[in-house]
């Protein structure tokens, strides 16, 4: 059972416009999210985070809502640009493991045109 | 320069041949994990590792082996190779972790390594 979704594979936006990308989550125990950037042949790198206390979180030009009663997450790029292009994950993870442990989402991949 | 380093980047093999991926840390990190990726999945962990000698399943173990005698590297090993294992596989390693004082949970990951195992 997917406890993290990102049910868009796939998303198309232009340069300078906002891009948005969503994830959602069924577990209610999730306290904290990630999102993660990855480009071909290289690894996942960490963008962004946000804990369930907060609602929102910014960094630049990138900023994380949080929405805890409808389990859902969203990632904002503003203004987009072509080298933000690559696959974004979300992530999840809970105090309760005690293991450190992420959940991911299956990804999204960005296309930003110029 | 604080990096993940796997090898190799790529390898095709055959049904049951024996293979290691090595993975190594030079960030000291305590906490230090696998995940495989595969087309519609997202990633998915393997195994994981909270220390030295210290090591637990994750969602998908089935068929690959670890250990942990030092704490920068954490090979991956699969001992009998099967087409299902074909994926992209990356490493992971993260700050020290203790239960009391809260989980730290970014991780720091690795180029990857594509197997292929025909």
């Known amino acids: 059972d997917q406890q993290v979704k990102q049910n868009s594979p796939s998303l198309s936006v232009q340069e300078g416009r906002i891009s948005i990308l969503n994830c959602d989550y069924t577990?209610?125990?999730?306290?904290?999210f990630l999102w993660y950037k990855k480009y071909p042949a290289e690894g996942p790198t960490f963008l962004i985070s946000?804990?369930?206390?907060?609602d929102k979180n910014e960094d630049g030009r990138f900023t994380v809502f949080l929405n805890k009663s409808a389990k859902h997450l969203s990632l904002h790029i503003v203004p987009s640009q072509p080298g933000d292009s690559a696959v974004y994950f979300c992530a999840a993870s809970s105090d309760g493991s005690n293991t450190g442990k992420l959940i991911f989402g299956q990804g999204t991949t960005l296309q930003v045109k110029p | 320069e604080a990096q993940v380093t796997q090898n190799p980047r790529y390898l095709i093999t055959v049904t049951g041949k024996k293979l290691t991926v090595t993975c190594s840390q030079n960030?000291?990190?305590?906490?230090m994990s696998w995940y495989r990726q595969d087309p519609g999945l997202g990633l998915r962990q393997i195994y994981y590792?909270?220390?030295?000698?210290?090591?637990d399943k994750g969602d998908v173990p089935e068929g690959y082996k670890v250990s942990r005698k030092e704490k920068r590297n954490f090979p991956l090993i699969l001992e009998s190779p099967s087409p299902n294992q074909t994926s992209l596989y990356f490493c992971?390693?993260?700050?020290?972790?203790?239960?009391?004082?809260?989980?730290?949970?970014?991780?720091?990951f690795g180029p990857g390594t594509r197997l292929t195992v025909t």
């Open positions: 577990n209610s125990m999730f306290d904290y």
């Open positions: 992971a390693s993260s700050p020290y972790y203790h239960p009391d004082s809260g989980v730290t949970y970014e991780q720091y």
């Open positions: 960030m000291n990190h305590e906490y």
């Open positions: 946000i804990s369930s206390i907060k």
């Open positions: 590792s909270m220390n030295v000698e210290v090591t």
